[in-house]
């Protein structure tokens, strides 16, 4: 089954809370949504994966490398669909999942789930508050500094752009104007 996005929300905020993590969610689920625009997948599908991705988070916080292997008892549990399940543990691959993206979808999340914290973080230093004047250079300058935001795996991010067949410039242009329209929501503008 797949979930609408109203019972996607109300399924992830069963076992989440904190407010950072949810905007997260949403800030994934709007980038899933545009690549999917782009890519010709179902937007649906792609936005629904994006708001249960890290679904496990805060039940596996301790124990950080059990991220991505509780989330399938979470979700079978709710009556999601293998095709879900499955995507939300690629997106951990290599890091706390041995479940490798297969297809446009799972590389997707997979590449863009640490890109959408650094967008966000620099969007957040500027001036403005916001993604409106944030440009790739700008992303791409902090991303040479890795004290900045260095919780963000750029390996990951890297990993993923090339697996998606994508240059990393195109990735985060499209990261970017995938969430200013929701950026309000997200904590920004």
């Known amino acids: ?59 596996t916080m301790a124990e950080p490398e059990r991220h991505c292997n509780l989330a399938p008892e ?12 499955h995507a939300v543990q690629s997106h951990g691959w290599s890091i706390c999942s041995d479940v490798e993206p297969i297809n446009d979808m799972e590389k997707v999340l997979f590449t863009i789930d640490e890109l959408t914290g650094l967008v966000i973080t620099a969007g957040l230093v500027r001036p403005s508050k916001s993604l409106a004047d944030l440009e790739v250079k700008s ?17 990951i991010i890297q990993k993923g752009a090339e697996m998606m067949g994508m240059s990393l410039d195109e990735v985060i242009e499209n990261t970017i104007a995938a969430m200013r329209p929701i950026e309000k929501e997200i904590g920004l503008g």
């Open 1 to 59: 089954m797949i979930p609408t996005r109203e019972d996607a929300f109300v399924l992830l905020k069963k076992h989440n809370s904190d407010e950072s993590h949810i905007k997260h969610a949403r800030a994934v689920e709007g980038t899933m949504r545009h690549f999917a625009r782009k890519m010709g997948g179902d937007e649906d599908l792609w936005g629904v994966v994006g708001i249960l991705h890290d679904i496990d988070w805060e039940k």
């Open 74 to 85: 979470l979700l079978r549990d709710a009556g999601v669909g293998e095709e879900i399940i």
């Open 139 to 155: 992303v791409k300058k902090k991303w040479k500094d890795k004290t900045f935001a260095r919780g963000v795996n750029r390996d």
